[in-house]
């Protein structure tokens, strides 16, 4: 039941690799991923830990196209040795009421 041309492509050995194909389907080449690793670094050492939005707003200056919300949780679960991820509670309900413009005025 498996199509002519996958059995031929199997016994050439044409098939490559899933990383292979992983790394062509890429939007940053490892460079770019490592320049933004390092960034993302010095903004938390500065005291402000870069949230999803902020790392596809890098991901997209680099590529210079727009990425997923799915590419920056790829990106985030390739490096997740590097960078710990946690929820934040409350607090970004608190201060967007407290960010209030009617309060304010």
């Not at 707003?57 to 990106?75: D, L, M, P």
């Amino acid at each position: 039941g498996v199509d002519r041309t996958t059995l031929s492509r199997r016994h050439r050995g044409v098939r490559r690799s899933n990383e292979a194909i992983g790394a062509t389907q890429q939007l940053l080449n490892p460079q770019q991923e490592i320049e933004l690793i390092r960034y993302m670094g010095k903004c938390s050492r500065r005291g402000l830990p870069p949230i999803r939005e902020i790392v596809q707003n890098f991901g997209s200056a680099i590529a210079k196209c727009e990425v997923s919300e799915s590419w920056v949780a790829r990106f985030l679960h390739r490096y997740s040795d590097q960078f710990t991820t946690k929820w934040s509670a409350g607090i970004d309900h608190e201060r967007h009421n407290a960010d209030n413009k009617e309060r304010y005025e």
